[in-house]
């Protein structure tokens, strides 16, 4: 083969491998990418499945649906992640048995906040699934609720955060609104004016007036 000859395959075998680099980053973009939504996903039809199953309809099984859908909630979102993050410099002055006792308190809250303003509504509305972000353990997977009549829409962002290879739900964002930092700012009034001890009095309070 002419010296020409072997320059022209040695450009061929490396375009080649140029292509292969680029495809394979492609795909690998893409398989990060599709986790988080995936993640949300599954969720969301779990939940749905839930709340259709024939089996589970009627007043006398609203206590196994709302056990399942907990269930869901509770292997999607990272409360261990939200909680201190609500409490901001106040987290660091509870004890190991505060911590524990309030990651639990508040994702009961968190709960609540999600089932009356997101999942309430899975039932008269589908599910549109944009756009996701993503940096490093970090993603934003954003949908809409849509009305099927009326076409009235609500957007719903879920954050979420990447540990051990599985991702969790940190936070969702209704409307623009954070749940999490709406959290932190009612927490901060209360802590500034009071004590930790009457924050957790006022929580109790609620979930107990509020219904499941």
Do not use: C
């Amino acid at each position: 083969m002419s010296k020409g000859g072997k320059m022209l395959e040695r450009r061929s075998l490396t375009l080649v491998f140029i292509a292969g680099v680029v495809m394979h980053l492609s795909l690998s973009l893409a398989a990060v990418a599709a986790a988080p939504q995936e993640r949300v996903r599954g969720t969301l039809e779990a939940v749905a499945a839930v709340m259709h199953d024939p089996l589970l309809q009627g007043s006398d099984n609203a206590a196994e649906r709302k056990q399942r859908v907990r269930h869901i909630i509770l292997d999607t979102f990272d409360f261990e992640e939200m909680a201190p993050g609500t409490l901001g410099a106040h987290w660091d002055r509870l004890t190991a048995q505060q911590r524990t006792a309030f990651v639990s308190l508040f994702g009961d809250l968190f709960e609540r906040s999600y089932n009356r303003l997101v999942l309430r509504f899975l039932g008269d509305r589908e599910t549109a699934y944009g756009t996701v972000s993503s940096e490093q353990d970090r993603a934003i997977v954003r949908t809409t609720l849509v009305v099927r009549k009326t076409e009235e829409r609500l957007p719903v962002d879920y954050r979420l955060i990447e540990k051990g290879q599985r991702w969790a739900v940190f936070d969702v964002v209704v409307d623009g609104i954070s749940l999490a930092q709406n959290y932190r700012a009612q927490f901060d009034k209360i802590l500034r004016s009071s004590s930790y001890e009457t924050l957790v009095q006022k929580i109790r309070r609620k979930l107990a007036q509020e219904p499941a």
